[in-house]
């Protein structure tokens, strides 16, 4: 089944493996063509989870967290779209919530609008009897 997998190399550096080509996206990525796999070099950020902290943080705290969140999200929202619902290559979504065996039933896009992408994950579901 398609997914991802997270490895930390050392203290700087993590490894997302993904099953899609990023070559085109300018991410810093390496190949491997024999098994369609994708690495992903990321910097490893220091810090705890925030799953993991919540619960120990005070409303104070808690709110700040939040308008971080906010404005972050904020942010993004402003960045211009590449027109639908993508992987960052602008192909189909390197997720395995879209994974199928059958080549020829294609659920991972790319989607021109939320309404395609949620037709496709009802399909998906649906075909494959969940």
Request: glycine share 10%; charged share 20%.
């Amino acid at each position: 089944m398609g997914g991802r997998k997270v490895v930390g190399i050392g203290p700087h550096f993590v490894v997302n493996t993904i099953n899609a080509d990023l070559s085109s996206t300018g991410l810093r990525v390496f190949q491997n063509p024999a098994q369609n796999t994708t690495y992903i070099v990321m910097e490893r950020i220091k810090g705890h989870s925030l799953d993991l902290e919540w619960s120990r943080m005070d409303v104070a705290t808690k709110d700040a967290v939040a308008t971080q969140l906010r404005n972050t999200f904020r942010d993004m929202r402003k960045l211009s779209s590449p027109g639908g619902y993508c992987g960052v290559d602008n192909g189909g979504l390197p997720d395995g919530i879209f994974w199928t065996s059958d080549p020829s039933k294609p659920f991972a896009g790319p989607f021109d609008s939320e309404t395609e992408l949620d037709e496709a994950m009802v399909l998906k579901y649906t075909q494959h009897g969940l």
